[in-house]
């Protein structure tokens, strides 16, 4: 098991640079998720660190060794593929088996790797079966315990659960966080589009846009403190609502003005040189309450969800501004073409200035 480090590190396809200044330290037992919109460039880094792209600028480090010109082979890592791909004409032993075998191991190291992988895997009843015979969910076990019995220092995951239906990827979801706790000090980087995996698998969350990183924290952090609107809207489901204002109140909690009529106090403080200042007063739909005092947003409700234990409220726009979504505990359907008002808890909103938040100023 290892540490690793990025610094400075970049990658460019000709004069396009698709990832710049790469920093990042990962320390042994933290299981890191890359996450980002389509294109960010979060596939591309984790294969970077697999050596199975090249690095264009800055340095890797593997257990403090500089890895920028070692063969994939030789940097002691191992990788779950979002496909299988496993060797059909082989058993789950025998496609367990097969690393092993290349790198010249003895019979009995070969049989104690895979009979361990096998128990943490809860694969041994199904040792002697083709992959045909596997369910979806047991043959990426497979893929996973065929990078176990190798023990390298670092587990790379590229979307393992992205072709498993709802149901196989809740339930391999779990196997993975339980398979995590049963290996404690390994190092893992797991890269995934569902923040819902991100949340519940990681030590920490990194966020990458633009070809850069946009913050780094667990999931905790990313959810109640993200610097920046990009990682506010990107953690939450549903997103996170901005609403453009107007500070007119400073101090040790600060006044907004809203656009759409509304005003809201924020457990933020200001000073007197930032009165007037534009923002983004951000709340999440599920931190947004039912009023019939002071309103952050009052609007005609266009589309409710009813989710069973919540319901969504989808408000009418109002001109150019971004739709508005309240995540209410319950069963609302009489709401749907009602106006509702709407409030919530100072210490809940989020105030953003040209996009990052007032509270990392």
Not at 44 to 71: F, Q, S, Y
Not at 185 to 201: C, F, G, K, P, R
Request: proline share 5%.
């Amino acid at each position: 098991m290892a540490d690793l480090k990025l610094t400075n590190v970049e990658k460019a396809y000709g004069e396009v640079k698709v990832l710049k200044n790469i920093n990042l330290d990962i320390k042994q037992g933290e299981l890191i998720v890359f996450v980002g919109p389509s294109g960010c460039g979060k596939s591309t880094l984790l294969r970077m660190i697999a050596g199975l792209e090249r690095i264009t600028g800055g340095t890797l480090e593997i257990d403090k060794r500089v890895v920028n010109d070692v063969p994939p082979a030789q940097r002691g890592i191992a990788m779950v593929f979002q496909s299988y791909a496993l060797y059909p004409h082989m058993t789950v032993r025998q496609n367990m088996e097969f690393a092993l075998k290349i790198a010249k191991k003895s019979a009995a190291e070969i049989s104690a790797g895979v009979e361990k992988a096998a128990k943490i895997l809860q694969l041994t009843p199904y040792l002697d079966r083709l992959p045909k015979a596997l369910s979806g969910g047991q043959r990426q076990r497979v893929a996973i315990g065929r990078a176990i019995v190798r023990d390298p220092k670092v587990y790379l995951f590229d979307e393992p659960l992205s072709n498993l239906d709802a149901a196989l990827r809740v339930a391999t979801r779990l196997e993975i966080a339980q398979l995590k706790e049963k290996m404690p000090d390994s190092t893992m980087i797991y890269v995934t589009h569902d923040q819902v995996e991100a949340m519940t698998l990681a030590s920490r969350i990194v966020v990458l846009a633009g070809g850069g990183i946009s913050q780094v924290g667990t999931p905790m952090e990313l959810y109640e403190r993200p610097q920046n609107e990009f990682v506010a809207q990107f953690i939450g489901s549903p997103a996170m609502n901005l609403m453009p204002g107007e500070i007119v109140e400073t101090g040790a909690e600060t006044v907004v003005k809203l656009a759409n009529g509304g005003m809201a106090r924020a457990a933020i403080p200001t000073q007197v040189s930032d009165l007037g200042m534009k923002v983004n007063l951000g709340v999440r739909p599920e931190d947004m309450l039912e009023t019939t005092g002071d309103a952050v947003f009052t609007g005609k409700v266009e589309i409710t969800e009813a989710l069973g234990e919540v319901t969504l409220l989808y408000f009418a726009r109002v001109g150019d501004q971004a739709q508005v979504v309240a995540k209410l505990p319950g069963i609302h359907g009489d709401l749907r073409h009602r106006e509702v008002r709407l409030a919530a808890d100072p210490k809940k909103i989020h105030l953003f200035h040209q996009g990052k938040s007032l509270l990392y100023r």
